[in-house]
């Protein structure tokens, strides 16, 4: 019955990633604002959803970053991104650049001010976006990179990758990690979502200043201390 229920969870999630696309179409064509009010209507429909179809209550700790800083993510499944982009104000994701031709995703996440990236080409786009948001004509706002550099199974052990270091160097902004434990309840690949407290929490700020090997070894020890904690509290046990 369980996975029954999270099938239709699923269906109608992506039926309605179409039908708001193309109802705010018109508005986010010539305002990011439209963008940016179709991807929240979206995020607030997806956690409602979630929580009467499959039993998955969404839960964010700690403080909410304001302004522009840089957040580290763990990255366990599509639910991360959306409790994330919930609830701070103006937020943009690094992005592979194939993405830009996906359906829907792809056009909104450009007028919202998503960074689409080469791979080992990121410095570049980084400094235009930069340069774009100190003329004017770039989107001022929270940027989120996943420091694992793709989605990571809850227990698995994946290197953190160089990226978030670089943009930490390069933006000079203050860094806000960021756990989770949503993967117990919303796996990365399958149908199948499972009763309980998906939760993303916000963890203390590192300010600018360190090394990037400084930097990757802190950003490492605070992400995955919280994640562990956070998948005990869910019941999940990795297995040696």
Known sequence: MQWLRSLIFVIQMYVMMLLMGIAYFPWALFSSKGARAACKAYCRWVVWTAGW???????????????????????????????????????????????????????????????????????????KMKEDVANGTGHPGQLIIYAQGTRVAPGAKVPYKIGPAVLYEQLGQTCCPAATNVGVFWPRKGIMRTPGTAVVEFLPVIEPGLTKDEFIKRLETDVETASDKLLEEAGFHAQN
Not at 69 to 95: C, E, P, R, T, Y
Not at 107 to 125: E, F, M, N, T, W
Request: glycine residues 12%; aromatic residues 6%; charged residues 25%.
């Open 53 to 127: 179809m499959v039993g998955i209550k969404c839960e964010v700790r700690g403080p909410i970053p304001q302004g522009e800083v840089l957040i580290a993510s763990k990255h366990q499944s599509f639910l991360d991104i959306i409790m994330i982009f919930n609830v701070i104000d103006a937020g943009k994701f690094i992005m592979k650049r194939e993405l830009m031709w996906a359906p829907i995703l792809g056009q909104y996440g450009l007028r919202i001010g998503c960074i689409p990236v080469d791979r080992g080409k990121r410095g570049k786009a980084i400094t």
